[in-house]
């Protein structure tokens, strides 16, 4: 709860801020020092929130828990990480740089929120609030019509999803009559409501939107790519698996009973998910691009924890969230060092940068999920997860498969950095603060493969 208030306060300084400091490294020192107060704002909530009971607030509409708290607190460990390495790079967006972290701080309100939400009225403000300052990022970049088209697609599907989530959930109440999230859990598949199934199939495909779960998906590439990168890599990482965690808390608490009504549907979306997401990667001639698609082809595994009705899938969704978002950022901080974002713009880089070249290598090795990284870590427990559940063997099967397509095209750009002869031209050259960074977030992504506990000592 100290975290929700401390984010919207936060926001409202850095607004403030903005009217006062003109100078764009000053703005992103104080964002910096700002991020690192909220995150030790919720390592206090998680230190003096008692372990056994969860905390009810507002009527119980909020619902404190541990998991609640250690998301949080990791998906604001991972904020902070990327205001150090991006933070720069905010600066050549425009004019307005206190303002887009002030949406970056309402952002994390919103992550809050959906964290623990207890309510679907508080579902439906976390996730408005989550997606709205993210439309005026999106088209930031007044100088670029990409970057306008995609707020405008952003805005536009993002209005259509919501409109299908409050259509769900007035099926929910009508079922039941009831917001809270708890009295779901009681519907049982004997004697289920035909408002209460077609309630949890509109807030499926109305989440869907929101993770880019296919074939809701159409959004993401256009939106990925003409965002301005800085802002693209918030999207996919910390946004994103805050949805899920949204989705993952919705359908274990108060659907899990029920769960052989939906998993069949939800297991076709996740298939679909794959396929889409890895097969048009191999496509893409833009790095950024493939990334976006790859993006897709993530989510479907962080499907796999939603499908998983069991324990192991609440770790699952926590260790991908945070081992695929370090990872993802570290791969647009040295994509936004170069000046050509297809595969020729990374020819010959280990020879120009050959330390951009290895953190580079070692970020795509965990999305890929090559053992060693978090990123293997995180698909074996979503993996592990639906198989405890049963009866989902072919799409693990499936899963592997498409897994094992996704190395083609991320080798594709190892290949072209160590094997490729060619000049890969940066905008400006790496300080060597910048290079500490990325070792840092490299060794995060190793730590998290070696040592996933760390990751799950709290829950």
Known sequence: MKAIIAATILGIVMMFAGLQMKNKSSVVTLAIVLAFLLLGVNIWDLVTTPATAPVGYFNNMLRIDRY?????????????????????????????????????????????????????????????????????????????????????????????????????????????????????????????????????????????????????????????????????????????????????????????????????????????????????????????????????????????????????????????????????????????????YTYDGFNGLAKKEPLLAFVTTIFLFSLAGIPLTGGFMAKYYVIQAVMLQGQLLWLVIFGLLMAAISVYYYFRVIIAMYFKEGNADLHAPVTQGEKVLLVITCGLVILIGIFPQLILINI
């Open 68 to 340: 609640a708290l250690w998301f949080s607190t990791l998906m604001t460990g991972v904020t902070v990480l990327y205001t150090l390495l991006v933070g720069k790079e905010i600066q050549k967006v425009g004019l307005h740089v206190a303002e887009y972290f002030a949406l970056i701080f309402f952002i994390l309100c919103g992550v809050y929120i959906l964290s623990c939400y207890n309510n679907m009225l508080m579902l439906f403000l976390g996730i408005e609030i989550l997606s709205i300052p993210q439309y005026i990022l999106a088209g930031s970049d007044k100088k670029n019509l990409k970057s306008s088209e995609a707020s405008l697609k952003y805005f536009l599907m993002g209005a259509f999803s919501t409109g299908i989530l409050l259509m769900g959930i007035t099926l929910l109440y009508g079922a039941t009559g009831s917001f809270n999230i708890v009295a779901y859990s009681f519907l049982q598949s004997d004697a289920l409501n035909p408002l209460a199934l077609g309630g949890i199939i509109f807030v499926m495909i109305a989440l869907g939107f929101k993770v880019s779960a296919a074939p809701m998906h159409m959004w993401t590439p256009d939106v990925y790519d003409g965002s301005p990168t800085p802002f693209t890599a918030f999207m996919a990482t910390v946004v994103k698996a805050s949805a899920f965690f949204a989705f993952i808390r919705l359908f274990q608490i108060s659907f899990g009973s029920i769960s052989s009504q939906w998993t069949i549907v939800l297991s076709v979306i996740t298939a679909a998910t794959l396929l889409i997401g890895n097969l048009t990667a191999v496509f893409q001639q833009s790095v950024k691009r493939m990334l976006s698609y790859s993006s897709i082809a993530q989510a479907g595994f962080m499907l796999f924890a939603v499908l998983a009705v069991n324990a192991v899938a609440w770790q699952g969704i926590i260790i991908y969230a945070v081992a695929y978002s370090i990872a993802t950022i570290g791969i647009f901080t040295v994509l936004m060092k170069l000046k050509d």
